[in-house]
């Protein structure tokens, strides 16, 4: 991954117990993960990360803008995020590649590690499920009217062939039943 190297934290030169880190992610840095959903966005995560021998407890508090497109209307929709996340990394003889809920494991012989990953991830479970202006009056109306007319018309599409589906498996029908005669 291309020039991510700004998110690799060399822990091993950090002191024991609470180091605190600052970052901010545009929509570049979702680019890099080919992350095209977000119109626009600005994301601050703080990241408090308490070292010790055997671990690293990271909590990530994460303060986000998003322009996305609303499922309804798919105009424009702006979102405010604001979310906390934990990731305890355990220091291991041999590391696996085990992932038990929010403990990852990490080689003792390791000295950094690129969190990366662990932002784009919690920037997205950040998301609301649905994302759709709060009130439908806020929607485009426009574009749910051309929807509207779009599903309709799709669905009388569908019925057509269904129709079609119908009369061939007549016609097969009565091709079995001629092959009988
Ligand atoms: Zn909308």
Known sequence: MK??????????????????????LNRSFFETFNWEE????????????IKSETMLDMNFTILGEVISLCDRCMDNLK???????????KFVENEQDVFKDELEFLSLNSY???IAPYLFE??????????????????????????????????KVNEKTKENDEIDSRWDKLKELKNKK
């Open 79 to 89: 979102l405010k995020l604001n979310n906390e996340f934990r990731q305890l990394i």
């Open 112 to 114: 950094e590690i690129n």
């Open 3 to 24: 020039t991510l190297k700004e998110y690799t934290i060399p822990f091993s030169s950090l002191k024991n117990g609470k180091n605190l880190f600052s970052f901010e």
């Open 38 to 49: 977000f119109i626009d966005c600005s994301f601050k995560v703080d990241l408090s990360l």
């Open 122 to 155: 919690y920037c997205l479970l950040s998301m609301p499920k649905k994302k759709i202006h709060q009130k439908i009056q806020d929607c485009n109306q426009e574009n749910i009217q051309i929807l509207e007319q779009y599903l309709l018309t799709k669905e």
